[in-house]
């Protein structure tokens, strides 16, 4: 088979580029090569953390300015991306803040 655009590496931002170029290029085919979400959990796989399943985690305190206005502007676009894809991707859990004592 071949493809017009091939992505290796289906994490975040493989999966994120394959997505954009697939829906702004309709006419592109586009392969996007790395390892799936498990279907279920073993624990002697060690791709887990905090891009699979409900341990995904979000943030959007980060030391730049930049860093924190990108992940609040991705942040408000799970809503779009469950709806366009039909797969639940977030769901706000808790929050947590953390900071060094005073000196």
Same mark, same amino acid.
Not at 21 to 46: Q, W, Y
């Given at each position: 088979? @071949? ?6 590496? +289906? ?5 994120? +580029? ?11 085919? @586009? +392969? ?8 279920? &959990?073993?624990?002697? #796989? ?9 341990? #995904?985690?979000?943030? @959007?305190? +980060? ?29 706000? @859990?808790?929050?947590?803040?953390? #900071?060094?004592?005073? &000196?």
């Amino acid at each position: 088979m @071949v493809f017009d655009i091939v992505i290796v590496g +289906a994490g975040s931002i493989g999966s994120s +580029a394959a997505y954009h170029i697939a829906k702004e290029h309709p006419k592109l085919t @586009v +392969a996007l090569i790395g390892p799936g979400e498990p279907l279920k &959990k073993d624990a002697s #796989r060690d791709t887990y953390g905090c891009h699979y399943d409900e341990g #995904r985690i979000t943030r @959007v305190s +980060a030391e730049y300015e930049t860093e924190q206005v990108l992940a609040l502007r991705s942040t408000k676009q799970y809503p779009q991306l469950e709806e366009e894809t039909g797969i639940k991707i977030y769901e706000e @859990v808790r929050t947590e803040r953390c #900071r060094a004592p005073p &000196k």
